[in-house]
């Protein structure tokens, strides 16, 4: 059964930075790409970055791009997503999950692809 775990959120001041880990099971991540997602209370879960792991091939959602990095460390099984110059939008829980889907997509956009949520981490960007 392959699990991910999520962890490295807190609460930071608007304009500073946090870095998420991803660790998956003994099993590895159960997938060849792994995306950090994030829900913000009454809003559906919407694509952050996703990273094939076996090449480090990344994307990332138009609000992530130019301040996150998605990354990974297979040889600590474990997925980071770095989020520098934070914004009050980037409240909300942090989740990873590897895509599952026949056929999928390692995209952003394809949240329905994935599965093997984590139970998140939370982010708190204040002002």
């Known amino acids: 059964q392959v699990q991910l775990v999520e962890s490295g959120g807190g609460s930071v001041q608007a304009g500073g930075s946090l870095r998420l880990s991803c660790v998956g099971s003994?099993?590895?991540?159960?997938?060849?790409?792994v995306g950090w997602f994030r829900q913000a209370p009454g809003k559906i879960r919407e694509g952050v970055a996703t990273?094939?792991?076996?090449?480090?091939?990344?994307y990332y959602s138009e609000s992530a791009k130019d301040r996150f990095t998605i990354s990974r460390d297979n040889t600590k099984n474990t997925v980071y997503l770095e989020m520098n110059n934070l914004k009050p939008e980037d409240n909300g829980t942090y989740y990873c999950?590897?895509?599952?889907?026949?056929?999928?997509?390692?995209?952003?956009?394809?949240?329905?692809?994935?599965?093997?949520w984590g139970r998140g981490t939370q982010v708190t960007v204040s002002t």
């Open positions: 003994e099993y590895g991540y159960g997938s060849d790409c």
């Open positions: 999950g590897a895509a599952v889907a026949e056929g999928y997509m390692c995209r952003t956009t394809a949240v329905g692809d994935f599965g093997y």
């Open positions: 990273i094939y792991t076996s090449d480090g091939n990344s």
